[in-house]
């Protein structure tokens, strides 16, 4: 379990590790295919893009999808670009749906 995994970091390495898990409901076909396409509409734009904690919110005034997204050091691609054409790709391809982006850079993760 996730609390097994936090207490053994605490005594071996003395870390105190927070993890988590972000939901996703595997049997609601409205949320594995936004999953999906997602995932495909991101590796269209380069393979060493990687999206995680994809989340879809479907309460409050507008349906949203949000994000992780890990752009490399080396990308050529803005934060900027990216956003407006995922976006544009999310209305043709899943529906009317605001995306929202947190951009991880791999620089922070070295």
């Known amino acids: 379990t996730i609390d097994a995994i936090e207490e053994k970091f605490k005594e071996e390495l003395d870390v105190n590790l927070v993890c988590h898990i972000d939901p996703v409901n595997l049997y609601d076909p409205t949320q594995q295919f936004v999953h999906q396409t997602i995932k ?25 999808i949000l994000f992780d997204l ?8 803005s934060e900027f670009e990216l ?28």
């Open 40 to 64: 495909k509409i991101i590796r269209s734009f380069d393979a060493s893009l990687k999206v995680h904690d994809i989340r879809l919110v479907t309460h409050g005034e507008e349906p949203k």
């Open 83 to 110: 956003g407006v054409e995922i976006q544009r790709q999310v209305y043709e391809k899943i529906g009317r749906y605001k995306v929202e982006i947190t951009f991880d850079h791999t620089y922070l993760l070295q």
């Open 70 to 77: 890990v752009l490399p050091t080396e990308s050529k691609l």
